[in-house]
């Protein structure tokens, strides 16, 4: 089967290279351009699956619109017998979708129609799920609207932050499309169209989301900094100065007459009290500066309990 592939970072790689394990062929890759980065934004740093490509000697195209008329006839010349889509980053449209025999697949990180959206890894912790997993759909100009293929579920532990989940649900993704493309190829797929009255929305985090509301309570806090870890960082204000906060734990201390979101331990790790309850936490990540331990940046800091956070 002749493959074409859409995604850009890490949580695509492994379904890539599933792919190319499994012998298909992959006709080309298809990526966002490189990202420039530093102060003089000078030197460009490549998509993680565009690294994989050229390892694998496989053609890579990085369109600036996939929507495109040159760029939708590259591909058609290309004659994919599929698309597999992975965390792309752009809405594909018709003309591209009806290009391969069999259309496009996504692997979505929910268990459709929950969580459609950009975010759903994000949103499954801090909405309080117990269990996601991974759906490969055929694609529609819908967002994740599509009739789907595969569900694969599995449990969220109740420490699980978003970037250990996007590893395992990466990985689980992997397998899913190889099982979901031997239906399609064999002819035994028979895709389950979504009740779109189940549907519920897991929209792009901004930095305003990232911002945690010690107005809460210390469980929610608790899922808001898992759900924020590593990117974007869920964060608060330090004397008018953006600080991260990472490894929180829920604890159950009683009320206090101090404001939420006041510093009431700095013994064993950084303890902010919430509303009601409080949360531990064992990282911190100061403007400018690289994750360090809470305490080390208690010491060095002279932080002292009675600090307000906002």
């Known amino acids: 089967m002749r493959v074409v592939f859409f995604g850009t970072p890490e949580f695509a790689v492994p379904s890539l290279l599933a792919l190319i394990g499994e012998g298909f062929e992959i006709v080309a890759v298809v990526t966002q351009p490189?990202?420039?980065?530093?102060?003089?934004?000078?030197?460009?740093?490549?998509?993680?699956?565009?690294?994989?490509?050229?390892?694998?000697?496989?053609?890579?195209l990085q369109p600036e619109n996939p929507s495109a008329a040159d760029f939708v006839e590259t591909v058609r010349q290309l004659a994919p017998d599929i698309g597999v889509v992975i965390a792309y980053g752009h809405i594909l449209r018709q003309a591209l979708l009806t290009i391969p025999k069999f259309g496009m697949v996504n692997v979505h990180a929910s268990l459709l129609p929950k969580l459609r959206g950009a975010a759903p890894i994000h949103h499954a912790i801090l909405d309080g799920f117990t269990e996601t997993g991974v759906s490969v759909m055929q694609m529609d100009e819908g967002m994740d609207t599509g009739p789907v293929h595969l569900r694969v579920p599995t449990p969220i532990a109740e420490d699980e932050t978003c970037g250990e989940l996007s590893v395992r649900l990466a990985e689980l993704g992997a397998l899913s499309v190889i099982e979901a493309l031997t239906l399609i190829g064999t002819g035994h797929a028979d895709p389950e169209p979504q009740d779109d009255a189940e549907a519920t929305r897991a929209p792009k985090i901004n930095r305003d989301a990232a911002r945690i509301d010690w107005a809460a309570?210390?469980?929610?806090?608790?899922?808001?900094?898992?759900?924020?870890?590593?990117?974007?960082?869920?964060?608060?204000e330090l004397n008018g100065q953006p600080l991260k906060l990472f490894g929180p734990t829920a604890l159950a201390e009683p009320a206090t007459d101090k404001p939420a979101g006041t510093i009431v331990s700095i013994h064993d790790g950084?303890?902010?009290?919430?509303?009601?309850?409080?949360?531990?936490?064992?990282?911190?990540?100061?403007?400018?500066?690289?994750?360090?331990?809470?305490?080390?940046?208690?010491?060095?800091?002279?932080?002292t309990t009675g600090t307000q956070l906002s």
Do not use: C
């Not at 990282?283 to 932080?303: F, L």
């Open 34 to 60: 490189d990202k420039p980065k530093g102060r003089s934004r000078s030197r460009t740093v490549p998509p993680p699956v565009k690294l994989v490509a050229q390892a694998e000697s496989i053609p890579v």
């Open 270 to 303: 950084l303890v902010v009290g919430a509303a009601p309850g409080a949360v531990r936490f064992l990282d911190v990540q100061p403007a400018g500066k690289n994750r360090m331990s809470s305490e080390s940046w208690i010491r060095g800091r002279g932080v």
């Open 217 to 236: 309570s210390a469980a929610s806090i608790a899922r808001h900094v898992r759900a924020m870890d590593p990117v974007p960082g869920a964060w608060t």
